[in-house]
């Protein structure tokens, strides 16, 4: 999806902000609740939405790594892909 990278830092950072309100507040059983509930969708969610796009069939990540081997360093200019 176009112009969707560093959504998970900016929620990330978002998060950070709401959970330091909520420790000034006092409000700590809240806090548990929602670090268990982030932990457990940044750590299951990547390999959650990789299997997912797989399974429904989505066209590559253009930003991910291919198999493709590197180019020989004597094998002049490539062409860019």
């Not at 978002?14 to 548990?32: D, R, S």
């Not at 291919?66 to 094998?75: K, R």
């Amino acid at each position: 999806m176009p112009g969707s990278r560093g959504l998970t830092s900016a929620a990330c950072t978002w998060l950070t902000a709401c959970v330091g309100i909520l420790c000034g507040a006092g409000q700590w059983h809240i806090v548990a609740i929602a670090l268990a509930i982030t932990f457990i969708i940044l750590v299951a969610g990547g390999p959650t939405e990789r299997w997912l796009h797989r399974a429904l069939g989505g066209k590559a990540d253009q930003g991910a790594p291919t198999n493709q081997p590197a180019p020989s360093p004597d094998a002049g200019p490539q062409p860019l892909p």
